[in-house]
């Protein structure tokens, strides 16, 4: 019988296995719910130039595949530096230098010691509660107020901006289990989605399929969206963790209890962009990261400097977990106004209003509710295998949430989709 595969979702990690199986000549049909490609690789072009509000890194180019596609497809890339850094306090004065690597240091040392502590213990705890035991940061820096600040700024740009998720929630002992690509981080000028789209070519896509059942019956797998029912041999769900705990698509039969508990436990971060265009630069223009003392813990720690990728006068806001998700209630006119108010603690009252903005709200995104999974209290690494593992020889799973070595990135959203491709096609192979 003639194989013909549907895959569910237009990110990378699907672009990527539609794209390994059709090369081995199998018919391969993606269903995505968006009316565009690339899921969380998501590039505005609405200020006449490239702004990516979703991913937008290379993490370590060094036999990073993602590297190896731009390579390819002769994609320009701008490097980038996160140590390229100066940090500002509320009353606009600039850290020195020294005082900023003295607190990365002291940083890195204190979590090295939360970490090996919380490991001896018999159960995991959060970040939070392990860093409150044994940080021991505040007994060393008494009365060195600005120190433990920028300590608190290491930690919140480390671990909270990183991941997304709230140290309260974070778990102590899997935060950081995840592997690197050696090497620098690079931007695309013009745009992340270039990837998915050279990848893309000559894929048969079927836009504003919003898939709500998948069954697995006797000859194939049967999915039906809103509008359409869809049939195939085979299947690759790409549905982020965020879809799949919202319980919008429905199984048949239902998914294995591993899998279930599995999607039950590990959770979604939250990281957002707010875009801001000036009408000319008011900070230090060849730096990468412009930090924020953030003493009152505000919702803003970073701003990245867009300036270097897109020539423009464009600072994006970062901001993360609760604080973000908080953030997404209010309206884009006061989001802007709280990040231009911290600006202008930052630079004084100069700081004009912006002559554009873009507001993402990734965690009320009905395609993805979130930015990336990361692993709670009570989930473990072993979470992302049992995410990935197929249902029977029909139904197989990919995403960055199914990456055990390379979560939350785009690398490991692709690297998935090929592995789930391969099983796909092995699969095939066994019961010719
Ligand atoms: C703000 C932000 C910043 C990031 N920064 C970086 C970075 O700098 N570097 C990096 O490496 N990674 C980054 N990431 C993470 C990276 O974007 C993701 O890990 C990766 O793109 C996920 O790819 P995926 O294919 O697994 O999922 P997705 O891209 O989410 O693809 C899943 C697809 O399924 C579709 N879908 C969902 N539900 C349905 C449905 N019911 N029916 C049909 N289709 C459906 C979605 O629309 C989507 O197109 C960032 C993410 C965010 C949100």
Redesign the pocket.
């Known amino acids: 019988m003639a194989k013909s595969v549907l895959i569910?979702?237009?990110?990378?990690?699907?672009i990527a296995a539609a794209n390994f199986l059709q090369k081995q000549n199998i018919q391969v049909t993606v269903?995505?719910?968006?009316d565009r490609l690339?899921?969380?690789?998501y590039t505005d072009r609405t200020l006449g130039y490239p702004v990516d509000l979703?991913?937008?890194?290379i993490?370590g180019i060094k036999k990073n595949p993602i590297g190896k596609l731009a390579k390819q497809y002769h994609l320009p890339l701008v490097k980038t530096d996160y140590d390229n850094l100066v940090i500002y306090d509320h009353n606009g004065n600039k850290i020195r230098e020294k005082d900023i690597w003295k607190s990365w240091k002291q940083f890195a040392k204190a979590i090295a010691r939360v970490k090996r502590k919380a490991e001896s213990l018999e159960s995991d705890l959060s970040i939070a509660r392990a860093w409150q035991e044994f940080a021991k940061v505040e007994e060393n820096n008494e009365e060195q107020n600005q120190s433990i600040d920028l300590i608190h700024w290491c930690r919140a740009s480390e671990l909270l901006v990183e991941t997304g998720m709230d140290l309260e929630r974070l778990s102590c002992w899997y935060w950081d289990e995840d592997e690197d690509f050696a090497g620098a981080d690079y931007l695309f000028p013009e745009g992340y989605d270039r990837i998915v789209a050279q990848l893309s070519e000559n894929l048969d896509i079927r836009y504003q399929?919003?898939?709500t059942q998948i069954a697995i019956v006797e000859d194939g797998v049967n999915v039906t969206t809103e509008t359409d029912n869809f049939k195939g041999t085979e299947a690759i769900s790409?549905?982020?963790l965020g879809?799949l705990k919202a319980g919008?698509?429905q199984f048949l039969p239902e998914l294995p209890p591993n899998k279930r508990e599995a999607i039950a436990r590990l959770e979604m971060g939250t990281?957002?962009?707010i875009v801001l265009q000036f009408p000319e630069t008011f900070w230090e223009g060849d730096r990468d990261l412009i930090g924020y003392l953030n003493r009152e813990n505000s919702a803003f720690w970073e701003f990245f400097n867009g300036q270097k990728c897109s020539g423009r006068p464009v600072l994006i806001a970062l901001t993360a977990g609760k604080a973000a998700r908080e953030l997404e209630n209010q309206s884009d006119r006061e989001i802007v106004s709280q990040a231009i108010a911290i600006l202008r603690r930052m630079f004084g009252p100069s700081v004009p209003e912006p002559e554009n903005a873009r507001v993402?709200r990734?965690s009320r995104d009905r395609?993805?509710w979130g930015?990336?999974s990361q692993i709670p209290v009570g989930a473990t690494i072993d979470d992302r295998d049992r995410l990935a593992e197929a249902v029977g020889s029909r139904l197989f799973f990919a995403?960055?949430a199914t990456s055990r070595d390379y979560p939350?990135?785009?690398?490991?959203?692709y690297l998935s989709g090929l592995r789930a491709a391969r099983e796909l096609a092995e699969a095939i192979a066994a019961y010719k």
């Open positions: 569910i979702g237009a990110g990378i990690a699907g269903l995505e719910g968006r690339g899921g969380r690789i979703g991913a937008s890194w993490h399929q919003i898939v790409t549905l982020p879809v919008s698509v990281l957002n962009k993402t990734w395609f993805s930015s990336y995403g960055e939350g990135t785009v690398h490991g959203a």
